[in-house]
C-alpha cells in the first residue's frame, strides 16, 4: 500500500511555506531602513501587534469553534502569546544596538538551538542525524554572515554596528532573547496544532493576545509612524507583508514539520536580508558573508532533500516492485483546514 499523495508531500509543502515566509521576514531590515526616525520599539509593536492582531481577525471563527480546546490548554497560549509580544521588541531593539546583520543573525541563528532543547526537554523529542547535520551546516553559514559584516563595520568605521562595545554586547544578548522567544511562540503553536486545534485557529489565538500585550507599546511609542506617510507605509508594509503573511504561511509549515526544522529552515532569514541589504540599501558584502550565504543554502538543501523510502523485504528473499512500500504516517490532529 502506498501513501496517499496529499500525505507525501505535506512535509514538502510545510518546508516551502516556512522558506517563503522566510523571505518575507528577510525584507523586514531593509524595509526599516526607509523609516529612520521610527524607534525600534515602536516597529516591533507595529508590525507583530498589528500582524497578530489581523491574524485573529482571520482566524475568528475557527477560534470560535476551537474555543473549549483553547480554554483547556490556556497556559499553552499564554506562553505562546507573551513570545509573540516580547520578540519584536528584543529583536529589532538588536539590531537598533548591534546592527542589522548581527541582530538578525544572532536572532535567527539562536531560535534552532533553542527549538531543539524545548522539544528535547517537554517532548522528549530526539534529533535526527540530518538536523544535526542542517544545523551545523546553518549556523556556520550564520556565524560567518556575522563575522563578516561586523568586520566591515568595524573597518568603515560608520553605520549601524559600529557603536559601543556595551550596546553590541546588549544588543546580541537581545538577540538571544529573541531567539528563545520566537522558538517558545512556535513550539506553543505547534502543541496547539498537534493537540487538535487547526493550524489557522492556534497561530490566531496566539498572535492575537501577543498582539493585544503589544497595543499599549504601540500607543506608548508609535507616534512617529502617523508623523509621515513613508512612515505609516513602512509600518503598514510591516504588519501586513512580512508579519500577517509570512506567520499565516508559517503556521501552514508548522502544522507539517517539526518546530525544530522550521526554525533551522527560517535561517534563511538572514541571508535573504543580506542579500537586500546589498541590492536596495547598497551594502557591500564581502567574500566571507558570501560564503556564509552558501553554507545557509547548502543548510536548506539539507533539510528539504527528499527521504529514500524505506524497501520492505521479506526474510531471505528480495520483494516484488510491489511489495515495495512506505507505511502511510497517521494525519496528526488538528490538520488545518486551507
Given at each position: 500500500?502506498?501513501?496517499?499523495?496529499?500525505?507525501?508531500?505535506?512535509?514538502?509543502?510545510?518546508?516551502?511555506?516556512?522558506?517563503?515566509?522566510?523571505?518575507?521576514?528577510?525584507?523586514?531590515?531593509?524595509?526599516?531602513?526607509?523609516?529612520?526616525?521610527?524607534?525600534?520599539?515602536?516597529?516591533?509593536?507595529?508590525?507583530?501587534?498589528?500582524?497578530?492582531?489581523?491574524?485573529?481577525?482571520?482566524?475568528?471563527?475557527?477560534?470560535?469553534?476551537?474555543?473549549?480546546?483553547?480554554?483547556?490548554?490556556?497556559?499553552?497560549?499564554?506562553?505562546?502569546?507573551?513570545?509573540?509580544?516580547?520578540?519584536?521588541?528584543?529583536?529589532?531593539?538588536?539590531?537598533?544596538?548591534?546592527?542589522?546583520?548581527?541582530?538578525?543573525?544572532?536572532?535567527?541563528?539562536?531560535?534552532?538551538?533553542?527549538?531543539?532543547?524545548?522539544?528535547?526537554?517537554?517532548?522528549?523529542?530526539?534529533?535526527?542525524?540530518?538536523?544535526?547535520?542542517?544545523?551545523?551546516?546553518?549556523?556556520?553559514?550564520?556565524?560567518?554572515?556575522?563575522?563578516?559584516?561586523?568586520?566591515?563595520?568595524?573597518?568603515?568605521?560608520?553605520?549601524?554596528?559600529?557603536?559601543?562595545?556595551?550596546?553590541?554586547?546588549?544588543?546580541?544578548?537581545?538577540?538571544?532573547?529573541?531567539?528563545?522567544?520566537?522558538?517558545?511562540?512556535?513550539?506553543?503553536?505547534?502543541?496547539?496544532?498537534?493537540?487538535?486545534?487547526?493550524?489557522?485557529?492556534?497561530?490566531?489565538?496566539?498572535?492575537?493576545?501577543?498582539?493585544?500585550?503589544?497595543?499599549?507599546?504601540?500607543?506608548?511609542?508609535?507616534?512617529?509612524?502617523?508623523?509621515?506617510?513613508?512612515?505609516?507605509?513602512?509600518?503598514?508594509?510591516?504588519?501586513?507583508?512580512?508579519?500577517?503573511?509570512?506567520?499565516?504561511?508559517?503556521?501552514?509549515?508548522?502544522?507539517?514539520?517539526p518546530v525544530s526544522t522550521a526554525t533551522t529552515l527560517s535561517l534563511l532569514e538572514p541571508a535573504?536580508?543580506?542579500?537586500?541589504?546589498?541590492?536596495?540599501?547598497?551594502?557591500?558584502?564581502?567574500?566571507?558573508?558570501?560564503?556564509?550565504?552558501?553554507?545557509?543554502?547548502?543548510?536548506?538543501?539539507?533539510?528539504?532533500?527528499?527521504?529514500?523510502?524505506?524497501?520492505?523485504?521479506?526474510?531471505?528473499?528480495?520483494?516484488?516492485?510491489?511489495?515495495?512500500?512506505?507505511?502511510?504516517?497517521?494525519?496528526?490532529?488538528?490538520?488545518?483546514?486551507?
Open positions: 500500500m502506498t501513501r496517499p499523495a496529499g500525505r507525501t508531500a505535506g512535509p514538502g509543502l510545510g518546508a516551502l511555506a516556512v522558506l517563503l515566509a522566510s523571505v518575507l521576514w528577510g525584507t523586514t531590515g531593509t524595509a526599516a531602513t526607509f523609516a529612520p526616525q521610527v524607534g525600534p520599539l515602536a516597529i516591533g509593536a507595529a508590525a507583530m501587534g498589528l500582524g497578530g492582531l489581523l491574524q485573529a481577525l482571520l482566524a475568528g471563527r475557527g477560534i470560535a469553534r476551537a474555543r473549549e480546546r483553547l480554554r483547556e490548554q490556556w497556559r499553552i497560549v499564554l506562553l505562546g502569546g507573551a513570545g509573540v509580544a516580547l520578540y519584536p521588541l528584543a529583536f529589532y531593539t538588536s539590531m537598533h544596538l548591534a546592527g542589522v546583520a548581527v541582530g538578525t543573525v544572532v536572532s535567527i541563528g539562536s531560535a534552532p538551538l533553542a527549538s531543539a532543547l524545548i522539544e528535547r526537554l517537554a517532548d522528549g523529542r530526539s534529533l535526527s542525524r540530518r538536523w544535526l547535520a542542517g544545523a551545523a551546516l546553518g549556523l556556520a553559514g550564520t556565524a560567518l554572515l556575522c563575522a563578516a559584516e561586523a568586520a566591515q563595520a568595524a573597518g568603515a568605521g560608520t553605520g549601524a554596528g559600529t557603536g559601543s562595545a556595551r550596546q553590541t554586547v546588549v544588543g546580541v544578548g537581545l538577540g538571544l532573547v529573541a531567539g528563545l522567544t520566537y522558538a517558545v511562540y512556535a513550539w506553543a503553536a505547534h502543541r496547539l496544532i498537534t493537540r487538535g486545534v487547526t493550524s489557522r485557529a492556534a497561530m490566531g489565538a496566539v498572535f492575537g493576545l501577543g498582539g493585544l500585550m503589544l497595543v499599549p507599546v504601540l500607543l506608548a511609542t508609535g507616534a512617529p509612524l502617523v508623523a509621515s506617510w513613508t512612515n505609516a507605509g513602512v509600518g503598514l508594509y510591516m504588519a501586513l507583508v512580512p508579519m500577517f503573511t509570512g506567520y499565516v504561511l508559517f503556521g501552514f509549515g508548522l502544522s507539517r514539520i535573504v536580508a543580506a542579500v537586500f541589504a546589498v541590492l536596495v540599501v547598497g551594502e557591500h558584502l564581502p567574500a566571507l558573508g558570501w560564503t556564509g550565504i552558501a553554507l545557509v543554502i547548502a543548510c536548506l538543501g539539507v533539510l528539504t532533500a527528499p527521504s529514500r523510502p524505506v524497501r520492505v523485504r521479506a526474510s531471505g528473499a528480495a520483494a516484488p516492485p510491489r511489495a515495495t512500500a512506505s507505511v502511510p504516517a497517521p494525519t496528526p490532529p488538528g490538520t488545518p483546514d486551507w
